[in-house]
């Protein structure tokens, strides 16, 4: 085969973007996890994690004598639906503008940013804003007196 420096040099930047190609396509593409609504009991819009597993997250009794629970890491809070004291809201209390961990204000039952004062509603609807986004939300239920969440 006979290959000039043009051929070469054609050959040498096909390959080139043929590499590039999936991982444009991959950035181009806006990637968003679902979000499930959360309650004692699950109707049929409730959908459970992916791999369906539950985890334990605190105890009813602490639930009660607290208002809410957060999960050890961070990364689940959980309290009593204020529309109806027999189900539960589960989120992330990361907060949807900066990243800042939301805090439950019993009183006025809405999870509340220390860092730009935004607000969210018990089930992690924004209430006011800066923040646009709500907050996510998991699947819970009460078992054996221990409130487990699938996230």
């Not at 390959?15 to 049929?44: D, I, K, M, N, Y």
């Not at 959980?78 to 209390?93: I, S």
């Not at 990361?94 to 439950?104: D, F, L, S």
Request: charge should be positive; glycine fraction near 6%; proline fraction near 7%.
């Amino acid at each position: 085969m006979n290959l000039n420096r043009r051929k070469l040099l054609s050959w040498f930047g096909l390959g080139w973007l043929a590499t590039l190609l999936p991982s444009s396509l991959v950035g181009c593409s806006e990637a968003t996890p679902p979000t499930t609504a959360s309650t004692a009991s699950a109707p049929e819009s409730v959908a459970a994690a992916p791999n369906g597993t539950f985890k334990a997250i605190g105890t009813v009794a602490q639930l009660e004598k607290d208002g809410n629970l957060l999960s050890s890491d961070k990364k689940i809070a959980v309290v009593r639906d204020p529309q109806d004291a027999t189900k539960l809201l589960a989120v992330n209390p990361t907060c949807t503008h900066k990243g800042c961990t939301v805090k439950w204000e019993k009183a006025n039952k809405e999870f509340v940013c220390p860092c730009h004062d935004a607000k969210f509603a018990a089930d992690g609807a924004v209430r006011r804003g800066p923040a646009e986004k709500p907050l996510q939300r998991y699947a819970s239920k009460i078992e054996n007196g221990q409130v487990l969440v699938s996230a």
